[in-house]
């Protein structure tokens, strides 16, 4: 049932991200990828060999519908590998809920500041690929970090609103 | 041989992920080699195919524009009409001419997938080998000059335009004629470069380039884009030219790709070994 539930998600995703979020351009260059977040929320919680196919597959099936080469999943597989070292940085060992594993048990700021440092790798990566030469480091870094902000705009929304709740 | 299994284990979560970014990395060089590697045309008909079915409700949002661009060029088409001419030859005498030859014929096709914010974007067209488009064949749009294409499958085309960098074309000023080498800087999707203009010539802003009789893709006279401003390079003795390209790629559907009638005749020459 799980597994049902969790294909469904990181399929919407990923049709939310082709079809809506790569539709709309804010302030002409900054687009918002929000499709690696069930990264963190679903996949944080499975095996390490998992993980990666996982994140692969979610990049490649976007790479397809966008006929963007290979760039996301790229990106996502090594979002993936290094998660859980990110992971491990911001984990409080001395309240850990045991019943909920993995990144539900992460307080709202540690939550947050994983979810920043995550984009900001993915976003780094993947525009690094797009340009794919070693000139214009600078605005490469300026339009990972404009973006991957942009993208985490989003992510905050929904977690307050799901603190709120 | 034990000690080296043990080691594959412990080690199989690097492997898998070396294995998969070598999978992806492979992907991304393969797709970006362009013109080396051809763009494999199975990919290009699946994309092509994805992307003319979201198409089909987005082409109504901009049928506005749209129609206002082709009113546009149909103007401009009837202007060169036998009927919107005068006939000057009042003459008695008439000649069987045999002189003008259709060189460039026009296949019309729609775009179906665009980018234009990317650092290499491209385009995919709707007509493909069925509709006998070829690699290296110009694409045009009612604003002037857009791409080449790349690549083609069965249904569908690979279209790498002006605002791609690995696509550089020959740009002419209209006025005097001097000509230099088009290549996108990147970053705008507005504006693109020319370079080696020399610095004798006389330029102003708002000059208007068009395409090159010398290039290959185009037929002269294509609109380019105007002159935004110049600067001397770097050797003191060419100009290097902002542009602003009259094609707005962010908002693009109807195409036309030319067909050069000669083109084989044309390139046997160029072509040639030897002296």
Known sequence: ?165 | MRYFLLLLKRSRILILFLVLEAIALNWVVQSKSYPRAQFRSVNTEINGQISSWSNQWQSYLNLRVENDYLAQENKKLRQQLNSSLMVQNYGADTIADSVLQQRYTYIPAKVVHSSHLKANNYLVIDKGRRSGIARNMGVIGPQGAVGVVASVSANFARVIPLINNSLTISAALKKDGYFGPLKWPGKDYQKSQVSDIPRYAQIETGDSLISDGRSRYFPEGIPIGTVLNKELQADQNFFSLEIALSTDFANIKEVYIVKDVFKAERDSLINQVGP
């Open chain 1, 1 to 165: 049932m799980r597994i049902i539930r969790d294909i469904a998600i990181l399929l919407g995703m990923v049709l939310i991200q082709v079809y809506l979020l790569n539709e709309f351009l804010f302030f002409r260059y900054l687009n918002p990828y929000l499709y690696i977040y069930p990264l963190f929320s679903i996949v944080l919680g499975y095996q390490r060999g998992l993980q990666l196919l996982v994140a692969f597959a979610l990049g490649a099936s976007v790479d397809l519908l966008e006929g963007s080469g290979g760039m996301h999943s790229a990106a996502s597989v090594f979002l993936a590998f290094i998660l859980p070292f990110l992971y491990g940085l911001f984990k409080n060992n001395r309240d850990d809920n045991q019943d909920i594993s993995g990144f539900q048990s992460l307080s709202l700021e540690r939550k947050l500041g994983l979810l920043l440092i995550g984009f900001f790798i993915h976003h780094f990566a993947l525009f690094a690929l797009e340009n794919f030469s070693s000139d214009a480091w600078l605005s490469l870094l300026k339009r990972s970090l404009y973006s991957s902000l942009f993208s985490f705009i989003f992510v905050l929304l929904y977690q307050l609103w799901n603190a709120r709740r």
